[in-house]
């Protein structure tokens, strides 16, 4: 439904700064108000909900002196926060360009009514970036008296980007020894063998939700939360349209073995943000002795097995290096059983600088996904630097599990939290 804007539709208010909304009463304003009495019962655990975030808080506070008014422009802020939480299609779905971005119709709070006016300030299109923010204008009106308040609504990165480790789905299982120095997260059982070793002081420790079993060592360092996380959904497609697929022809029966997978100076055709696409054909993929850095996407598999030495480090686009998407009752398995890879030894020129006389420590670095199960199993003392998440995720042996410096500012395709939070101090009152 088209609006115009009410600064063109309104008349002069008593004190004569400026126009008003026009205040006629509407069908359907009983039912806008019983909404909005419930929204602002929820006021303050709705926000929490939305932005999980002290962002939300923080940015509303610029509004929590003054009265009624200030009262209603927050109702606003929230309105259109809970649009967009509620409908995650809202890109799409919502009114388009200057013209057309009225977002509600006037809404009652308690004898005030509001309006949310939103456009997207980047190119004025919501659908065709989805980091794109949310510029608000968000009118109130009581009688013939006006405020007006601007804020963004921005979008955020993907709550699970604060854990080292993140199971959405299925339980955690640790054994032999794992040493926890960074947090982890699971929507369900935590359970291990007794011999999880939690540094606290490195920041480990664990989060689980309300009811979920918790292996009692693992106790002390539990934290119960009422809600679980949202699964983790990398734009898989985003990633394939950019990146080089590897001819069947080069990995034989899906196999890929003593390679570097980098920008340039491996056997493949350069890709300028080092990202690869492996096809399994619904056959099994296997790696073994593999320098990766960049992403690497594995479709149709049935099962990935990561075997020998292995290395991945972040490409120019950050954030992920293992995308692997495999069949139903499968997993991605990473056994690594040497602690390097050793370019003299298998004559492969693993970092593209040009000689073969490198050694190159074994370790996962950047966020390794799969839609299956992940198990990692080395037999040799490896570190997982950033972020491991599978629907299920078994972790047996001596792996020392970090995050990445900064990972919590990864804004990668799909790595996105639901909704959209209020950008910090971008509240401004101006009326
Ligand atoms: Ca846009
Ligand atoms: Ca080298
Ligand atoms: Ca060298």
Redesign the pocket.
Known sequence: MRRTDPANQGHASRDGIGPVCSMVPRAGAVTFFLVMVLAALTLATSIALVTGTMAGREACAALQEGGQFDWTLRSGIQWALWRVYGDANWRTTLPVGPDDAWLTAPMSVGGTTFMVYGF?P????????PT?PVALRVQAALGETTAECTATLEPYPHPALAYAVFSSENHILFKNGPVLQAPVRGNAALDDDGKTVVDVSAGGRLETVQGASVKGNLLPYTTFVPQAMPEVKPDFGWYAARATVLPDTSISRASLTETALIIDGNRFAPNPNGIYLIDGGYDSVSLKDVYLRGTLLIRHAEGVSITGGFRCDIGPLGGPTLLARTMARTMVKIDISVGQLDEAADQVDYNGDGDRRDVIPCQLTGMLWTNRKLQLQPSVPIVSEGLLVGKHIHIYGPVELRKFPGQESWRQPGMLGPGLRLRPGSVRRIR
């Open positions: 997207d980047v190119d004025g299109d919501f659908a065709d970036d794109d």
